[in-house]
């Protein structure tokens, strides 16, 4: 994200598509599980979480539509809503390992 923050503020769009691209690619549910593993995991997983892990992904595809668009605006909008989703998740499920995200505050 911050690679692709620089990417954004100074024009570099071939980073900004290919960075998004990659956060897209890594995304854990489209990672090739076999249909047991797929079950056993969304069943282990809340829906909230599958649910903004999707979102996440879809942002992340469009951030990378939006870089080699070459369309500053829509990248600026597009990373301002992975950051929400980013502390949304953070702040709602991994409240452990990140004790200072208060996203349910703001
Ligand atoms: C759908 C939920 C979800 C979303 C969305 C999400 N994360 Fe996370 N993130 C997690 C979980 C769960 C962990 C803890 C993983 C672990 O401890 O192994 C984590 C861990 C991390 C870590 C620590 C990784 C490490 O190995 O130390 C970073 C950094 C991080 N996330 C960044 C981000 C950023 C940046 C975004 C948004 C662009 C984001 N996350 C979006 C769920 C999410």
């Known amino acids: ?4 923050h620089t990417a954004m503020v100074t024009g570099e769009h071939d980073t900004v ?3 998004a691209q990659q956060i897209h690619d890594s995304f854990i549910l489209q990672q090739k599980l076999t249909d047991q593993d797929r079950k056993d995991l969304m069943s282990a997983v809340p829906k909230g979480f599958i649910k ?3 979102e996440f992904h879809k942002l992340a595809a469009s951030l990378a539509e939006a ?3 070459q369309n500053t605006k829509k990248q600026r909008q597009l990373y301002d809503e ?3 989703n ?3 998740c953070h702040g709602k ?5 990140f004790p200072g995200v208060n996203a349910a505050k703001n």
């Open 1 to 4: 994200m911050a690679t692709i």
């Open 17 to 19: 598509a290919a960075s």
């Open 52 to 54: 903004l892990d999707k």
């Open 67 to 69: 870089g080699r668009k």
């Open 82 to 84: 992975m950051t929400r």
């Open 86 to 88: 980013c502390i949304a």
């Open 93 to 97: 499920y991994v409240s452990d390992r």
